[in-house]
């Protein structure tokens, strides 16, 4: 089946540095990839959409200056946490899918980000 | 917009008992129907989709769902559980019809369940 990979797992890191996450569709071409954040014990909270080649759209209250998201190819977007603090501590996930409502999303393993 | 409601965030079981994790919905739009399965520390994976047609749909690991339109419900159910089923599950809903929203993935709460010995 479909595979996503998304690195690194775990990041830990001091206040105010900036931190990449990466989401590659490893075997089919993702036209659409979808960011999401996971507090502890909720469920998966919608960030943005990235459509390959153009700029992603944000929901309603997520920081684009904070969160900036790159989706380059069919196969890699990339989500930059820029000066994180320790309340952007959170469980991010990337999935990956064509902007197709009846096709499922393929999601990566989740990125575990502890911001001390 | 679309809401999803897991109406039990916990669901304790002993190990061979059936189980049903519920889930209600509620849209303004006709939507397509989801569940998926989280690991401890991972991603999610897909356990069964609704689309069209039958409103029983059977999915991986011996679960299935019934549809119900009327009642605007997705229950997840399996016959007999183990022990390695112990996760945490999310129903969720995308709309099936153009506009901004499309395959966007609007997800319920999560309901957690435990399998016993």
């Known amino acids: 089946g479909a595979v996503v990979s998304q690195h690194p797992s775990r990041v830990i890191c001091k206040s105010g540095t900036s931190v990449k996450i990466e989401c590659r569709s490893l075997?089919?071409?993702?036209?659409?990839m979808f960011w999401y954040r996971q507090f502890p014990k909720q469920s998966l909270m919608l960030m943005a959409t990235?459509?390959?080649?153009?700029?992603?759209?944000?929901e309603q209250g997520v920081e684009k200056d904070k969160f900036l998201i790159n989706h380059a190819s069919l196969t890699l977007s990339t989500l930059t946490v820029t000066s994180a603090h320790p309340e952007d501590s959170s469980f991010y996930i990337c999935?990956?899918?064509?902007?197709?409502?009846?096709?499922?999303?393929?999601f990566g393993d989740g990125t575990r980000l502890s911001i001390l | 917009a679309q809401s999803v409601t897991q109406l039990d965030s916990q669901v304790p079981v002993f190990e061979e008992a059936p189980v049903e994790l519920r889930c209600n919905y509620s849209?303004?739009?006709?939507?397509?129907l989801f569940w998926y399965v989280q690991y401890p520390n991972q991603g999610l994976q897909l356990l069964l989709k609704?689309?069209?047609?039958?409103?029983l749909v059977k999915g991986i690991n011996g679960f299935e769902a019934e549809f119900n339109k009327s009642q605007t419900s997705f229950h997840l159910r399996k016959p007999s559980v183990h022990i390695s089923d112990t996760a945490e599950y999310f129903c969720?809903?995308?709309?099936?019809?153009?506009?901004?929203?499309?395959?966007?993935?609007?997800f319920g709460q999560g309901t957690i369940l435990t399998v016993h010995p």
């Open positions: 075997d089919f071409q993702a036209t659409t």
């Open positions: 849209s303004s739009v006709s939507v397509y």
């Open positions: 609704y689309l069209s047609g039958s409103t």
């Open positions: 969720a809903v995308s709309p099936n019809a153009g506009g901004t929203s499309y395959g966007k993935l609007t």
């Open positions: 999935s990956a899918g064509r902007r197709v409502g009846n096709q499922p999303q393929h």
């Open positions: 990235s459509n390959e080649g153009s700029k992603a759209t944000y």
